[in-house]
């Protein structure tokens, strides 16, 4: 029923730029709190950002400061903006509705590859 699209992914080189967005259907983000994690190959999969539904946020250490997530309730879109990438950020980033209350599971996208590299 829940259905996440991220989209904006790509390469990049470091010290560069990208935004990700995600665009949710068969649910209204404004009461949910959103996720973005990110999974390299071999690694575990790991919360980068979260947004609450009052708009607080949240960081990993790896990436404060440097990441920003945000929100737009009229659009049911969540977004990653992405600076000063590393090629340690190069990862499939998903986009995450996580289990509460109303859902028992988390929900995730298909992901979008994001590479840093020279």
């Known amino acids: 029923q829940v259905q996440l699209v991220e989209s904006g992914g790509g390469l990049v080189q470091p010290g560069g730029s990208l935004r990700l967005s995600c665009v949710a259907s068969g649910t209204i983000i404004r009461f949910n709190a959103m996720n973005w994690y990110r999974q390299a190959p071999g690694k575990q999969r790991e919360l980068v950002a979260g947004?609450?539904?009052?708009?607080?946020?949240n960081y990993a250490d790896s990436v404060k400061g440097r990441f920003t997530i945000s929100r737009d309730n009229g659009k049911n879109m969540v977004y990653l903006q992405m600076s000063s990438l590393k090629p340690e950020d190069t990862a499939v980033y998903y986009c995450?509705?996580?289990?509460?209350?109303?859902?028992?599971?988390?929900?995730w996208g298909q992901g979008t590859q994001v590479t840093v590299s020279s």
């Open positions: 947004i609450t539904t009052g708009s607080s946020t």
């Open positions: 995450n509705v996580p289990s509460s209350a109303w859902y028992k599971t988390d929900y």
